[in-house]
């Protein structure tokens, strides 16, 4: 079977750093996605990871080590804008519950 | 390029009326995968369709629920006799076929259900 756990939500300041976790358990992996929930709009796609190792975008990055069954997505240099629900995912796309981010002036 | 169409985009249904939402996948995508998402919830994998075939319905209720992707035309969700329980975003996603499994989806704007 697939689960998926990651923290329901988490608060940071404008400016700040932010690292959301994700960890796993997947009968035969195949990658790791993070998508970006803004409040009453679809899922936008934000990164994916197959290989270990840190995936730079931006302010946006995104870790993946396959032996601990663990990710991380982090986000630096936080705007407003950022306040979202961050989901991580498994294929056949099979979503964690999402960390509602909200960034405060 | 449309990206992925849903409608209606709003549906009020009473209970016991039939819903159907609709969904066009982008152009050259050939997969397609429906999510129920509640209020303040994540999104839940209901079903995961390719034209004519359905490959994966673990996550779709056994009973009052169905899914098609015809040769012609769009996706279909159906859900009959409505329950108060039913009310959610339904969102649809597509995605280009590809060996591996692993797939970016395109969602589309959600189709909100609201059962009175």
């Known amino acids: 079977g697939q689960n998926i756990d990651q923290p329901t939500e988490m608060t940071a300041t404008e400016g700040a750093i932010v690292q959301i976790n994700c960890t796993y358990q997947?009968?035969?992996?195949?990658?790791l996605f993070w998508y970006q929930q803004h409040a009453g709009e679809a899922p936008t796609f934000l990164s994916y990871?197959?290989?270990?190792g840190l995936e730079e975008k931006g302010r946006f990055s995104s870790f993946l080590s396959r032996s601990k069954g663990y990710s991380y997505l982090l986000l630096k240099e936080l705007q407003m804008k950022d306040s979202a629900s961050y989901l991580c995912?498994?294929?056949?796309?099979?979503f964690g519950t999402g960390t509602r981010l909200q960034v405060f002036p | 390029n449309a990206g992925v169409m849903q409608n209606p985009r709003h549906l009020v249904r009473r209970r016991g009326q039939e819903a159907r939402l609709r969904c066009s996948p982008m152009?050259?995508?050939?997969?397609v995968y429906w999510y129920r998402q509640l209020p303040e919830e994540g999104l839940k994998f209901m079903v995961y369709?390719?034209?004519?075939?359905?490959?994966?319905e673990s996550g779709m209720p056994k009973e009052r629920f169905s899914a098609e992707f015809p040769k012609e035309g769009p996706s279909i969700l159906r859900i009959q006799q409505v329950v108060r329980g039913d009310s959610a975003a339904y969102f649809c996603?597509?995605?280009?076929?590809?060996?591996?499994?692993?797939?970016?989806?395109?969602f589309g704007a959600g189709s909100r259900l609201t059962v009175l």
């Open positions: 996603a597509s995605s280009p076929p590809t060996s591996s499994g692993a797939n970016v989806l395109t």
């Open positions: 995912a498994v294929p056949r796309l099979i």
């Open positions: 990871n197959v290989l270990d």
């Open positions: 152009k050259g995508h050939s997969h």
């Open positions: 369709l390719q034209k004519e075939n359905i490959i994966d």
């Open positions: 997947t009968s035969g992996f195949n990658g």
